[in-house]
């Protein structure tokens, strides 16, 4: 497999690549490589997530059988204070106001009636783009919550614990990450960098 030149190969990072069996293109989102996968005339084409560019420009590639676009998960950063609480979520959404995520994730302030009470922030994401986000996080600096739990079921404990949303808020991935229409993602197959 040949990949195109990449004339800036950091932006590519956490992007996917995609082997249609003739040519390499790159640049794709999670969801774009959905489209692929679904569309009879690429089913059989192979899809690389770009894991890592190294300094000399180096690519590590990991093969991707599967997407996980459709499954969520998240992490759960818990206070037993209300005003510690609100200090995070505020602190988030001006961490992902200026820093934009690298996915589209949703927030939430709520109050935890059930299970071990007190309150949290829940920030919910598509799983595919886990390791991006916990990526993000850590070079934010962000260090909400007495403690932290995450992946799927710490979503699944959030919501059993009967959550009463006191503040929520969305962000979007940065304009350059966002997935695009399906038709324009198979009328451009032939172009070599998708972004």
Not at 44 to 73: F, M, W
Not at 159 to 179: C, E, L, T, Y
């Amino acid at each position: 497999m040949q990949l195109p030149r990449l004339p800036d190969p950091g932006r590519y990072s956490g992007l996917y690549a995609f082997d249609f069996g003739d040519h390499v293109s790159v640049g794709y989102t999670a969801e774009e490589i959905e489209v692929l996968l679904r569309a009879p005339a690429y089913a059989a084409g192979r899809a690389y997530k770009i894991r890592r560019i190294q300094p000399d420009g180096s690519i590590e590639l990991i093969g991707v059988s599967r997407i996980r676009t459709r499954d969520t998960e998240g992490l759960v950063f818990r206070r037993t204070n209300l005003d510690d609480a609100r200090q995070d979520f505020e602190e988030l959404r001006r961490v992902a106001a200026a820093w934009p995520p690298p996915s589209a994730i949703r927030m939430e302030l709520a109050h935890l009636r059930g299970g071990r009470g007190g309150y949290a922030i829940a920030l919910s994401y598509a799983a595919e783009y886990a390791d991006e986000v916990a990526r993000w996080l850590a070079r934010t600096g962000y260090g909400g919550g007495d403690d932290v739990d995450g992946g799927p079921a710490a979503l699944e404990v959030y919501r059993a614990a009967g959550p009463q949303i006191m503040d929520q808020a969305s962000f979007d991935a940065p304009a350059d990450r966002r997935p695009r229409a399906a038709a324009e993602v198979l009328a451009r197959v032939n172009w070599p960098l998708q972004r």
